[in-house]
């Protein structure tokens, strides 16, 4: 089956530096992109769709240019928490939908754990 | 606004057991419902996924049910084992492409 790969798996950054997550579909071209935040015994919060090749549309209550999303390719969309806070600490997840099947094709990413010093 | 809301948040079983999850939703225009699974700091294993105009979906020891009309479903365990202790998220698909999560039950499967 289809295999979304994310990078890194996890990461430990100080308060005040930039992180990019990396998500890739490997098999599969990804006409659209979803992240996903989770925080600990919360629900997974959509943040943004991403298509590539154009901007990435946010959630309310996110802000975009604290969470800059880049879908430059078909097979990559990098995630970037700017100036981190300890707040941004949380579990991200990616998602990613195969172009060339049906809308109901969704494949998730392992996720990467943000741990903000 | 859709909502979706998991009972219980958390339950132990003894193995062996058939057990209920549920799963609630606000808003009945859906375009599907998916269960996933998800383990502890992982990401998430797809389940089933049941389109808004089916009942049901049975996978070996799971099935899940969909009364879209009421803004439920449940997902059906037959037969417990160790393994399937994890957290069990529901997942409401709308026709804007989004997918609204709950926030699961964490299951507990004794020995």
């Known amino acids: 089956g289809a295999v979304v790969s994310q990078h890194p798996s996890w990461v430990i950054c100080k308060s005040g530096t930039s992180v990019k997550i990396e998500c890739r579909s490997l098999?599969?071209?990804?006409?659209?992109m979803f992240w996903y935040r989770q925080f600990p015994k919360q629900s997974l919060m959509l943040m943004a769709t991403?298509?590539?090749?154009?901007?990435?549309?946010?959630e309310q209550g996110v802000e975009k240019d604290k969470f800059l999303i880049n879908h430059a390719s078909l097979t990559l969309s990098t995630l970037t928490v700017t100036s981190a806070h300890p707040e941004d600490s949380s579990f991200y997840i990616c998602?990613?939908?195969?172009?060339?099947?049906?809308?109901?094709?969704?494949?998730f990413g392992p996720g990467t754990r943000l741990t903000v010093l | 606004k859709q909502e979706v809301t998991q009972i219980p948040a958390a339950l132990s079983v003894p193995e062996g057991e058939n057990l209920v999850l549920n799963c609630s939703f606000t808003?009945?225009?859906?375009?599907?419902l998916q269960w996933f699974r998800q383990d502890p700091g992982k990401g998430l294993t797809s389940l089933l996924l049941?389109?808004?105009?089916?009942r049901e979906q049975t996978s070996g020891r799971l099935n899940a049910s969909l009364d879209k009309s009421s803004g439920r479903s449940t997902l059906y365990i037959a037969a417990s084992q160790p393994g399937d202790s994890a957290t069990y998220l529901c997942?409401?698909?709308?026709?804007?492409?989004?997918?609204?999560f709950g926030k699961g039950t964490r299951l507990h499967i004794l020995p």
């Open positions: 049941i389109q808004s105009s089916q």
């Open positions: 991403s298509n590539e090749g154009s901007k990435a549309t946010y």
């Open positions: 997942a409401v698909g709308g026709w804007d492409d989004k997918i609204i």
């Open positions: 098999d599969f071209q990804a006409t659209t």
């Open positions: 808003d009945s225009a859906i375009y599907n």
């Open positions: 998602s990613a939908r195969d172009g060339g099947l049906s809308r109901d094709t969704q494949y």
